[in-house]
Each structure stands twice: as structure tokens, then as C-alpha cells.
């Protein structure tokens, strides 16, 4: 019996490693004016060999704020798009708490006609 409550033991402990979930979360402005920016595309992706898969994505609020919710630990790529300017990738790693990646500022792109 205590066999059982010993092997019981270490598979919760195991489960709850390998289901940890997270949130990402941070800011997103504009890097001439410093204005935060809403409706920004915010996309965590993970880059598996030759494949990249979409893990989580969201817009950002009128204040400029995202948050993705129910991140499991690994390494991970933030990629912000918003239409006239730079897309912007920012590499992560989620390990065992929350992440907050503070402020990222998107810079407007020139397009000469």
C-alpha cells in the first residue's frame, strides 16, 4: 500500500510539470511617439524543425495591453504585426511562472512611391 501512495505521489508531481500553464503578457507602443498602440496582432509561435505552429494569439486592447493565457513551458517567439509598420519577433522562454516581456515598441515602416 504504501508502494501505491509513493507511485501515486510522483505521477501528480509529474502531471502537474507537464501541464504547468502560464500567461504572456506585456505592452505594445509606437517607437516614435511612444503612444501605445491598440489592435496590434500578437502571435506565440513555436518553431519545431522545419514547421512553425501557432501556440496562441490575440490583439491588444486600447491601452496597448496583451496577454495570452494558458502557455505551457518551452521556448517560444512573439511576433507583433500591425498594418504600416515593421513586424517585430521577440524570442521566449516560459519556464515555470509568468512572463511579462514590459514594453515592446513597433517602428512605423517607409515606403517610398
Keep these: ?32 511617439n511612444n503612444e501605445r498602440m ?8 513555436k518553431v519545431q524543425q522545419t514547421d512553425t505552429v501557432l501556440v496562441a494569439g490575440a490583439l491588444t486592447d486600447e ?6 493565457q494558458k502557455v505551457q513551458d518551452n521556448r517560444y517567439t512573439l511576433i507583433f504585426n500591425y498594418l504600416g509598420y515593421k513586424e ?3 524570442p521566449i522562454v516560459v519556464d515555470g511562472k509568468a512572463v511579462n516581456v514590459g514594453t515592446v515598441a513597433l517602428t512605423a515602416s517607409v515606403t517610398e512611391l
Design 1 to 32: 500500500m504504501k508502494n501505491f501512495w509513493g507511485i501515486l505521489f510522483v505521477e501528480l508531481m509529474f502531471a502537474s510539470q507537464v501541464f504547468a500553464q502560464h500567461s504572456v503578457q506585456g505592452t505594445v507602443v509606437d517607437k516614435a
Design 38 to 45: 491598440d489592435m496590434v496582432s500578437v502571435r506565440l509561435v
Design 63 to 68: 491601452k496597448g495591453f496583451f496577454i495570452l
Design 88 to 90: 517585430k519577433s521577440l
